[in-house]
């Protein structure tokens, strides 16, 4: 069956600190991957997505970049964090046409 | 533009009390609709797809409806463990959009 990983929960940052959030996935190949960010009491805005290695699309321009170095990881980065990067970071993969699977979820405060 | 609009915003009940939350959509080429249940601080866990308007789903007290425009999230004698916040998305041809979600809360 496939499962979904993302580390860490929570994380306390400064400002100006870099950032690296991890999802990896298993029992699935090729899987179309994304990146989510959730403001407290809102919906999910789609931030990065993939749909293959090295292939990333940006929905909304910002202080984040993502990276797909193999087929099932996909990377959440930044050189240096802002105030406004506080948020719940959702990564979720999905196969053509099909709905979403998430992770848990991680909880980033900048402080 | 595709838009996806979730109503209320908050519900609350009195556990036992049936009720229906409503999502409403937009959008050209509609591949599927999604229900997802969201613990605090937890992900969104997958409830329903529905792909075509008269299509029905159903789970436990939860049931899910889907016409041309809109679909509905109906609960039935709904108890404590129902509270969450429920989202609704579809996917078109590119993307997955959600609406920002209802927060339904029961009281025993």
């Known amino acids: 069956s496939q499962t979904i990983h993302q580390w860490p929960a929570t994380l306390v940052q400064p400002v100006g600190s870099p950032l690296s959030l991890e999802c990896t996935v298993e029992?699935?190949?090729?899987?179309?991957l994304y990146w989510y960010r959730q403001a407290a009491g809102r919906g999910l805005q789609l931030l990065f997505y993939s749909v293959g290695i090295g292939q990333i699309s940006s929905e909304v321009p910002q202080n984040l970049s993502a990276s797909r170095p193999q087929d099932r990881q996909f990377i959440l980065s930044s050189k240096k964090l802002l105030l406004s990067d506080s948020g719940f970071y959702l990564c979720?993969?999905?196969?053509?046409?099909?709905?979403?699977?998430f992770g848990s979820g991680t909880r980033l405060t900048v402080v | 533009e595709d838009q996806v609009t979730q109503s209320p915003e908050a519900l609350r009940l009195q556990e036992g009390e049936s009720s229906s939350l409503n999502c409403s959509y937009t959008v050209s080429g509609l591949r599927g609709l999604f229900w997802y249940r969201q613990d605090p601080g937890k992900g969104p866990e997958f409830l329903f797809t529905?792909?075509?308007a008269g299509e029905e789903k159903e789970k436990e007290r939860l049931k899910a409806t889907l016409t041309k425009k809109e679909s509905f999230l109906h609960i039935t004698a709904p108890k404590p463990e129902d509270s969450a916040t429920y989202l609704c998305a579809y996917s078109s041809a590119s993307k997955i959009i959600f609406g920002s979600g209802t927060r339904l809360s029961i009281r025993p």
């Open positions: 029992g699935t190949s090729n899987p179309n």
């Open positions: 979720a993969w999905s196969e053509q046409g099909n709905g979403y699977t």
């Open positions: 529905l792909y075509s």
